[in-house]
């Protein structure tokens, strides 16, 4: 008798620690739904359900907010379950012309749109907007209006400043939010990595056990090279790796992952003169690793997903040598 209670507890325990774990997923940030081999196989692997899905972006033209490059359907989306993303830039939060209740029309307008020409059935919507003092209370009447039109359940993007000084930038009203735990830095010509940097998020990680709201993690899995001249920044190439740059660019390397151009060329769509630098900032696994144990340290609640930023073949070489790499970082908490 006492051999079947013990197995019962040992079920009982085992049940719930699996219900707490959270589940992976993906941000898909093309303007082209059309998955690879690649994208397809890391998808079964990691036992990926759901994707969150750019579907257009907001931007003024002309002093009125407008629809940018939406997103368009080459593949089914079946059997994923679909949270259309909106990207809203603060300059349409900070316009005193934009009138935010019929924004908030609009932009359940354009996603009814797409989801009935490419017959997608969603439960959630979820707004990408770094908001700030200046615009939050645009942006929080924003998401108030997008309540009071749809049943749909809301979700919004917080950054870390957004947590840290909640009291100030204040809460969204939504379901819940999503951390996204990257671009900490500004893109400068220095050594520090813009897309993660442990010490700067120190600084803003211990506010989570304060935020009010419940929230999800994304994590990156993405890279750039920033591109200096004369110690100052004169643009970004996304996408690519040391060893992409240094198979069609000739180079030197000069340590701390930055090369220097050997002459005059044009490459990704970018002109270097010989002296140019590139500095390459990407996210190892130990990095995500790390991320994965200080969020988890911090923050209040096992997060229901996991969010890994963004869905691209060229993203996931970095990663591909290790078999379900996303399901065990996501496993860390």
């Known amino acids: 008798m006492k051999r079947y209670v013990g197995l019962l507890l040992a079920l009982l325990v085992l049940s719930c620690t699996s219900g707490d774990q959270p589940v992976t997923s993906f941000y898909y940030w093309k303007t082209v739904f059309k998955l690879t081999d690649m994208e397809k196989e890391m998808l079964q692997e990691n036992e990926v359900s759901k994707m969150y899905m750019r579907y257009f972006d907001i931007a003024l033209r002309d002093s009125a907010p407008i629809p940018l490059s939406p997103i368009r359907f080459e593949d089914k989306t079946s059997p994923f379950q679909i949270v259309p993303v909106v990207y809203i830039k603060n300059e349409v939060m900070l316009s005193d012309r934009v009138d935010v209740v019929q924004l908030a029309d609009q932009t359940l ?12 059935e969603i439960e959630e919507v979820q707004i990408d907007c770094d908001w700030t003092l200046k615009s939050k209370d645009q942006f929080m009447a924003y998401i108030d209006a997008l309540r009071h039109r749809t049943n749909l359940k809301i979700s919004a993007t917080i950054r870390l400043h957004q947590i840290k000084y909640y009291k100030e930038t204040g809460v969204p009203n939504v379901d819940h939010g999503v951390l996204m735990y990257y ?8 050594d520090l990595n813009s897309i993660y940097d442990e010490q700067i998020a120190a600084r803003y990680i211990k506010s989570l056990a304060n935020y009010p709201l419940s929230l999800d993690v994304a994590l990156p899995i993405f890279g750039w090279g920033v ?94 040598n290790e078999k379900e790499f996303y399901k065990k970082v996501t496993s860390g908490f």
Request: charged fraction near 25%.
């Open 109 to 120: 307008s354009m996603i009814g749109k797409i989801n009935t020409i490419n017959q997608i």
């Open 183 to 190: 671009n900490m830095g500004q893109i400068a010509s220095d």
């Open 227 to 320: 591109h200096i001249r004369n110690q100052k920044v004169i643009g970004l190439i996304p996408k690519i790796d040391e060893h992409q740059l240094m198979k069609i660019v000739k180079t030197t390397s000069k340590g701390n992952n930055r090369f220097e151009i050997n002459e005059d060329m044009i490459a990704f769509g970018t002109y270097f003169r010989q002296g140019d630098q590139v500095k390459i900032e990407a996210v190892s696994k130990a990095d995500l690793k790390k991320m994965v144990s200080n969020i988890k340290e911090n923050l209040k609640t096992v997060p229901k997903e996991v969010i890994y930023y963004d869905l691209d073949s060229i993203n996931l070489k970095t990663y591909s």
